[in-house]
């Protein structure tokens, strides 16, 4: 609940306006916030100072809260100050009268710039994760100014071009219009002896040391966030984030698809025909396969549960053995005159796939 404006700077109800200001100038020099750099109580108390004076230096709103209170101005539109940029604003010719300058523009908190790292994971880190560390380049708050850009021991100076008020001043007729003072940068104030660690810009350039947990079943494309490990910010703001984007390493054998683990097997010849229990390579040693008789080249079986972790989920994907059926080199005779021996059988049976095809075709053809 607000509390009564008069209350606030400390006036009776029948104040005359120059009592009401130099109340309010009271007020200000007291809770300027570039006194109580940091206070919190005294920023809020400056800010209920202002509001107060705003509606009391105002005959008509002063009317309206006399007669109505805080709820007959928030009728008409008042709801206070938003922030110091608002104040300073509203009151930069008060603030002329009171300190004698413009008080210079605020240096608002900057969060500082995120920071990108290009991590390279072999095929097993990414599928069941692991620790690594890293090593950034980025910038952080100066620790032998904390900051301040100045050497220790040493305050800024007003500066002697605009004298402190951030802005200089330039008369054209009947106007008179201002501009950001260059030599302080709207500021007010110079430094003039800069911090001989950081040269004055209050940062500084390091080499860091991070320990990151990479987490099973990342891929490639997957950003790690980690927070408040980029850019320092400026002015009291929060550092940046780095981002640890991941790219997986080929294998020589496995290859993936979403969750699941993608295997090529070649057997031979006979094992296709006849049927066999081949040894399949998984990410976690080697498992028995049945393949059945006839199998053929590009058949794929289903190992359930062997494939990557679900990022951020449960369970696992599979692995999808792929069969590839050798077809046989480098003949001994005997191996031919089989072969051979095969083939009649097989014009015999009429079963061979060549044949069932063309009789397909004649059929289509009529």
Same mark, same amino acid.
């Given at each position: ?16 306006? /120059? ?21 919190? /109580? ?21 009317? !309206? ?23 300073? @604003? ?19 908190? %900057? ?15 990414? #599928?069941?994760? =692991? /620790? *690594?560390?890293? *090593? !950034? ?33 330039? =008369?054209?007729?009947?106007? @008179? ?13 110079? #430094? ?14 390091? /080499? ?7 987490? &099973? ?9 980690? %927070? @408040?490990? $980029? ?25 993936? *698809? ?53 990022? $951020?989920?449960?369970?696992? $994907?599979?692995?999808?053995? @792929? ?23 097989? *014009?015999?049976?009429? &079963? ?15």
């Amino acid at each position: 609940m607000k509390r009564d404006y008069y209350e606030v700077l400390g006036v009776p109800r029948n104040a005359s306006p /120059e009592e009401i200001k130099r109340a309010y100038r009271r007020m200000a020099l007291k809770y300027h916030p570039d006194r109580n750099p940091g206070n919190k /109580e005294a920023e809020e108390q400056f800010k209920e100072a202002a509001e107060a004076y705003e509606i009391l230096r105002d005959s008509e709103k002063r009317a !309206i809260y006399d007669t109505y209170g805080h709820e007959g101005l928030s009728s008409q539109g008042f709801t206070g100050f938003s922030g110091f940029d608002d104040i300073f @604003r509203t009151f930069g010719d008060i603030f002329d009268d009171f300190f004698g300058f413009r008080t210079r523009a605020r240096e608002v908190p %900057q969060a500082g710039a995120d920071v990108r790292y290009d991590l390279t994971t072999s095929f097993e880190e990414a #599928v069941f994760g =692991t /620790e *690594k560390e890293i *090593k !950034i380049k980025k910038t952080e708050i100066c620790d032998f100014c904390g900051g301040s850009a100045l050497e220790p021991g040493y305050e800024p100076e007003v500066c002697p071009v605009c004298r402190g008020k951030g802005q200089v001043y330039q =008369t054209h007729g009947f106007f @008179r219009i201002g501009t950001t003072c260059p030599h302080c940068q709207g500021k007010g104030v110079i #430094v003039t002896h800069p911090c001989p660690k950081c040269g004055g810009s209050g940062r500084r350039k390091v /080499e860091k040391g991070i320990k990151i947990r990479i987490p &099973a079943g990342v891929d490639t494309g997957t950003r790690l966030r980690i %927070q @408040r490990e $980029g850019e320092a910010g400026l002015y009291g703001g929060p550092p940046g984030d780095l981002y640890i984007v991941i790219h997986v390493k080929p294998h020589s054998f496995f290859t993936r *698809k979403g969750d699941n683990i993608i295997c090529e097997v070649p057997i031979s010849f006979v094992q296709a025909a006849l049927g066999d229990t081949i040894d399949v390579p998984t990410l976690k040693g080697v498992e028995k396969l049945k393949i059945p008789l006839g199998t053929q080249s590009g058949k794929t079986f289903r190992l359930q549960g062997k494939g990557v972790p679900k990022i $951020g989920g449960y369970g696992r $994907g599979d692995q999808i053995v @792929r069969i590839i059926v050798n077809t046989p080199t480098n003949l001994t005779k005997r191996q031919e005159e089989l072969l051979r021996e095969f083939a009649e059988v097989e *014009k015999e049976k009429r &079963a061979s796939p060549y044949s069932r095809f063309w009789e397909k075709v004649k059929a289509y053809l009529g």
